[in-house]
Structure formats: structure tokens, C-alpha cells
């Protein structure tokens, strides 16, 4: 059977791919943005007159840094889940990696929102955004492959289930039995 191609890819090695991107694009976000996240200064606020929102809001600005370092490493794991799943055609791995990364660019957009008050140069907004948006849509575009592979797998398991399926045999032995397979009695009839 001939599998289906978008892009010139199967969804096998558009799945592989997906999760080649993520790992370059996670350790290049971390390069780029490294600077702006650490750059907040934390050791003049009070926090005894300011409001709950404040406060939360302070809290993601002081640790913008540490909370995005702590989800890409966990996000550079679930890849590499990603990619041997792909080998080993684990279906549950490829469930887990796309519920993660849309739990992880949705942190990654209230990091980005939260952290982008301190920066005084526009066009420093402009091109983090971009960075930002570009590689939700990068995203998208791979887990296109990764839902598709992962169907793939969900039906051929389910069909190999229904294959394998044994019948129940009876545990009397006195009422019936035991057929031996023709095939298995098969003899040369011939050479005697």
C-alpha cells in the first residue's frame, strides 16, 4: 500500500521532523531570549502594598526565565519521546507531545506578554512577537503530521487486535474432541 504524501513527506518522517524541530527550536529560543528574560530587575520591589495581579505579574517577570528554562527542558524530553515513539509506534507518546505543545506555547505567549513591558526598543518587541508567532505556526504545521501518524498507528493496532483474536475453547475435553488441522495431517499420498 502506497502511503499518502503532503508536502513531499510521509507522515512517518513529517513526524520524525516534528520532533527535530522542536528540539532546535526550543535550544534556539532559549539562545535568543535569554538576554530579555534575565534582564528584569527584581531586588527593589515591596510586595506589602501592591495587589494580587501585581504580584503574579512580578512573580513571571522575576522568573521568566527559569519557568521557560524548566518547561524547555521538559519540552526537549517529551521530543525525544516524540522521535523514538515514532520508532517503537507508541501512539500515547505522540498524544502526550501534542497536548504538550500547546500547553508550552501557551506559557510561552504569557511569558512573552508578561516580559515584553521592560523593553524599551520597539523593534526588540517586534522581532521577539514574530519570533514567537512564527514558530506557533511552525507548530501547527508539524502536528499536522503528528496527529496523521498517530492515526495511523491507533488503526493498524486496533486492526491487528481484531486479527489476533482467539476463541474461547471449551475445557471439556470429553464432548468434544480434539480436531487435528488437515493441513498439519497433510501426507504425501503418493510415496508409499
Not at 152 to 162: A, F
Request: hydrophobic content about 45%; aromatic content about 16%; overall charge positive.
Amino acid at each position: 500500500m502506497k502511503q499518502k504524501r503532503w508536502c513531499g513527506m510521509t507522515a512517518k518522517i513529517g513526524t520524525v521532523l516534528s520532533g527535530v524541530f522542536t528540539i532546535v527550536a526550543t535550544n534556539m529560543y532559549l539562545i535568543f531570549e535569554q538576554k530579555y528574560l534575565r534582564s528584569s530587575n527584581c531586588a527593589d520591589f515591596n510586595p506589602q502594598s501592591k495587589s494580587t495581579n501585581i504580584l503574579i505579574n512580578h512573580f513571571f517577570i522575576c522568573w521568566s526565565f527559569s519557568i521557560v528554562l524548566f518547561l524547555s527542558c521538559i519540552t526537549i524530553i517529551i521530543s525525544c519521546l516524540l522521535i523514538y515513539s515514532v520508532y517503537a509506534k507508541i501512539c500515547r507518546s505522540m498524544v502526550i507531545y501534542i497536548i504538550w505543545i500547546f500547553f508550552y506555547e501557551t506559557m510561552n505567549i504569557v511569558v512573552q506578554t508578561l516580559s515584553n513591558n521592560n523593553i524599551n526598543i520597539g523593534e526588540v518587541r517586534v522581532m521577539r512577537w514574530f519570533g514567537l508567532v512564527s514558530r506557533i505556526f511552525m507548530h501547527c504545521f508539524w502536528i499536522f503530521f503528528v496527529i496523521t501518524y498517530a492515526h495511523i498507528i491507533y488503526k493498524n493496532k486496533s486492526k491487528g487486535n481484531i486479527i489476533s483474536y482467539n476463541r474461547r475453547i471449551s475445557t471439556g475435553n470429553e464432548d468434544f474432541p480434539r480436531r487435528k488441522s488437515r493441513i498439519i495431517n497433510f501426507t504425501h499420498h503418493w510415496t508409499k
